[in-house]
């Protein structure tokens, strides 16, 4: 079976910075893409950012942001394996959420969440 397991959350002041990271083991063939999500309390998950891992079916390294983190979120991959890093700076209020890893193979297969919370 595959496992993700974040690291990274806590509590961090607005116009601070956090690194998430992500790492993924089990029996994975091929990984299509990885990314993060991030769900607030009393709304949906949304996309954060996702990042392709290369293949057949992909050119890696392709990068793709939800328009309220552009500028101030990265998402990187480590070589060689299956990890996915998310910077996060500038952070504001509205940031605070719980914050999952994704990895898209054969099947999809989510992390247990991390939290961010932004707050004086």
């Known amino acids: 079976q595959v496992q993700l397991v974040e690291s990274g959350g806590g509590l961090v002041q607005p116009g601070g910075s956090l690194r998430l990271s992500c790492v993924a083991s089990?029996?994975?063939?091929?990984?299509?893409?990885m990314g993060w999500y991030r769900q607030a309390p009393g709304k949906e998950r949304e996309l954060v950012a996702t990042i392709t891992s290369g293949g057949v079916l992909f050119r890696g390294g392709v990068t793709d942001y939800a328009a309220s983190v552009k500028g101030r979120f990265t998402i990187s991959r480590d070589n060689d394996k299956n990890t996915v890093h998310l910077q996060m700076n500038s952070l504001k209020p509205e940031d605070t959420a719980v914050y999952y890893c994704?990895?898209?193979?054969?099947?999809?297969?989510w992390g247990q969440g991390t939290q961010v919370t932004v707050s004086s």
């Open positions: 994704r990895l898209r193979a054969s099947q999809d297969y």
């Open positions: 089990g029996s994975i063939f091929t990984v299509y893409t």
